[in-house]
RNA sequence: GCGGGCGUCGCCAAGUGGUUAAGGCAGUGGCUUGUGGCGCCGCUAUUCGGGGGUUCGAAUCCCCUCGCUCGCCCCA
């Protein structure tokens, strides 16, 4: 009982699970082949200061969730808890700004240091999408659409989008100041942690989870009533769209999200079925982070969605194995070399061939040809051996007996007609 | 950081103070050393997350501790 153990928060991910990542990975990743975006990849360790700048020093995820340490030269360093700010310093770092406007795409594990329950862990996965130099509303609308797409794909259901907006910069401070004032004459009716983010993060109140802070909340100034006249167009036009396009969603005005650099739109995919932790996907326009981080002005948006919450939601479908196509059972010098060899060919079929390694009995391997489930076997042993030849059978799991075929070794014709007709041409389409 | 629940084999578990710690699944060996399912027969926890205490006697009671899990805060 002294044995290792995984940090908390962190899992291993074994075999029977990886099935499925792997086969929402690969459905994601032709999605967004599909939509010409590219990939990027970044260090997961950073300088920590690109996120307290980046992503802002009152939000949650800087003031208490970050894995941050002194590497051997003295360097405060830190575990990549989002991708954003890290894609931002990247363009900048290589110059990348000056180019034309890019699509790109991430994804890896983030580290968050909290307490870990469903649906969330310290060590997590994301995908990220960032459109970075487009400005135009209809690149909002991609993006949503993107994910929306991306999560109708794995054949998730039930799936609500929230979406709001935050104005520019303009819109923002005028809302602040007034809600600052609104907040003074109202501090002694808020709950504690409101009062607490009066200073370091006002705009966060507007999301509280406290009822009562909530209700006093309906009579304070909207964000909304502050937009500019720009701002609300842009707003509704979005909207519009998402209806012309028929992607179903929900205004929430206290929608504002975590991380201080988003502008204008800001949307949230959750699923009731995900227990408390509902948030699948989250994301907005950030115009002002790149900016910020001293590159020069470029508008962007993005979205992460989260993958674990992502296989939690997905469906059955994706489960699906692609079981051994031919199990070759083979025993006795001669033969198992032979056996070897035959493998190596079976593979430029596109076909999953095992060979058994055991040198067990026929009578086991045969047993665990049948336990694979695999849906045809291979024989050679010393008889087949001498004749240069091998044995091949279907292998239905219910034991019937199946018909079996002597092919020559070097007869190549014989056994690609064999295998087209019995293995290759079947094939269901996930799994090809 | 704060609450609730839980910790008996790889997994699911029975056992709630008397001593040989059920059972199922999985694994493995055999019946059957050149042929699959099913079946049958073996094997697989000196030990109940760890430590201390109470007792003639503890997986069972008490204390501490560790871990897991769900929730709060917040987010993916």
Redesign the pocket.
């Known amino acids: 009982?002294n044995n290792f153990?995984n940090l908390?928060g962190t899992v291993d991910l074994l075999p029977d699970q990886l099935i499925k990542w792997q086969n929402v990975e690969k459905i994601i990743l032709e999605q967004l082949f599909r939509a010409s975006i590219k990939e990027i990849r970044t260090p997961i360790l950073e300088m920590t200061e690109l996120f307290t700048r980046g992503i802002g020093e009152g939000?949650?995820?800087v003031s208490k969730e970050m894995y941050t340490f002194l590497d051997r030269g003295e360097r405060s360093c830190t575990l990549r808890p989002?991708g954003t700010a890290s894609v931002a310093r990247a363009l900048i770092q290589n110059g990348i700004l000056n180019k034309p406007p890019q699509k790109l795409w991430y994804m890896g594990p983030m580290f968050?240091y909290?307490?870990?329950?469903?649906?969330?862990?310290r060590q997590?996965h994301?995908l990220g999408v960032e459109f970075v130099g487009f400005e135009s509303l209809r690149s909002d609308v991609e993006i949503i659409t993107l994910a929306w797409d991306i999560l109708e794909k794995l054949g998730i259901k039930e799936l609500n989008l929230e979406i709001n907006t935050l104005g520019d910069n303009t819109d923002r401070s005028n809302f602040q100041k007034a809600f600052l004032e609104w907040l003074k004459v109202n501090t002694n009716s808020l709950d504690l942690?409101s009062q607490k983010r009066i200073d370091k993060n006002p705009l966060?109140i507007l999301?509280?989870?406290n009822v009562q802070t909530k209700k006093l909340l309906e009579n304070a100034p909207r964000l909304f009533d502050f937009l500019s006249e720009k701002s609300l167009k842009r707003y509704l036009n979005i909207k519009e769209q998402l209806k012309i396009l028929k992607i179903p969603y929900v205004e929430n005005f206290n929608l504002v999200?975590?991380?201080d650099y988003y502008t204008h739109t800001a949307f949230?995919i959750t699923s009731g079925s995900l227990?408390?932790?509902?948030?699948?996907?989250?994301g907005g326009r950030y115009d002002n982070l790149i900016n910020q981080m001293g590159g020069t002005e470029t508008p962007a948006i993005g979205f992460?969605?989260?993958l674990?919450?992502l296989i939690l939601l997905a469906g059955k479908e994706v489960e699906e194995n692609r079981a051994t196509d031919i199990y070759i059972v083979n025993k006795?010098l001669q033969a198992e070399t032979l056996a070897m060899d035959l493998s190596r060919k079976l593979r430029n079929y596109d076909l999953i061939a095992e060979l058994d390694l055991s040198g067990?009995?026929?009578?086991?391997q045969?047993?665990k040809a049948?336990?694979l489930k695999s849906k045809s076997i291979i024989?050679i042993?010393?008889?087949?051996a001498i004749k240069n030849e091998f044995?091949i059978?279907l292998?239905?799991?219910n034991?019937s007996?199946?018909k079996e075929e002597t092919i020559s070794l070097d007869d190549h014709i014989k056994l690609g007609n064999w295998l087209d007709e019995n293995l290759l041409l079947k094939r269901s389409s996930i799994n090809k």
């Open positions: 009982m153990k908390r939000t949650d995820v989002e968050r909290e307490r870990p329950q469903a649906g969330r862990q997590f994301q942690d966060r999301d509280t989870k999200r975590g991380l949230e227990g408390s932790q509902a948030t699948v996907c989250g992460a969605i989260g674990e919450r006795g067990a009995s026929f009578s086991k045969f047993k049948n336990k024989v042993g010393d008889d087949e044995i059978r292998f239905n799991n034991n007996e199946n």
